[in-house]
């Protein structure tokens, strides 16, 4: 890959990261839209792995196709990103391992955030939705980066 287009990627790459970030922190703590205020709150927490997810399968009809997806799949798809530009930014990330572990921290970090500050609940779910998302970003950057070599062989190849 050429080093002028290499370094406008990196670039590019850091404002979509940062605005990532933003718009998660915005979603994850302030938005009112998902229920995140600061009257009245008390302390909410699950710590038994796949309660809520149960509850969310076995309610569906009563919560709504809206709640769930917005639970399910919102959290896993909310850290998708995550998972993607860690290994862009952080070649380090490029481990597997390292940027699935690295996504369980940051939602550990989250959750526990929202505990403290009484703004949505310490969910256990919520983190292992989190980390999948992480690590579904993770291989989509692999996949991707795969097909950007193989790219670049065939390139190299026909001049």
């Not at 922190?25 to 600061?38: D, I, K, M, P, V």
């Not at 940027?99 to 921290?105: A, D, G, I, P, Q």
């Not at 940051?106 to 919520?126: H, I, M, R, W, Y």
């Amino acid at each position: 890959m050429k080093k002028d287009y290499k370094k406008t990627l990196r670039i590019c790459s850091k404002i979509m990261f940062g605005v990532y970030i933003i718009c998660l922190t915005y979603f994850l703590f302030f938005a009112e839209s998902t229920g995140r205020t600061f009257e009245g709150r008390t302390y909410h927490y699950n710590l038994e792995l796949f309660k809520e997810i149960r509850r969310f399968i076995v309610y569906r009809h009563t919560l709504g196709t809206q709640a769930v997806l917005l639970n399910l799949v919102g959290n896993i798809v909310a850290f998708v990103p995550f998972g993607f530009f860690l290994p862009i930014l952080y070649p380090k990330c490029r481990n597997f391992l390292y940027t699935v572990f690295f996504s369980f921290e940051v939602s550990l970090a989250v959750e526990t955030v929202q505990l403290v500050s009484k703004v949505g609940s310490f969910d256990v779910d919520d983190m292992l939705l989190n980390t999948i998302g992480g690590a579904l970003g993770c291989l989509i950057f692999y996949w991707m980066n795969r097909i950007r070599r193989n790219y670049e062989t065939k390139e190299k190849k026909r001049f």
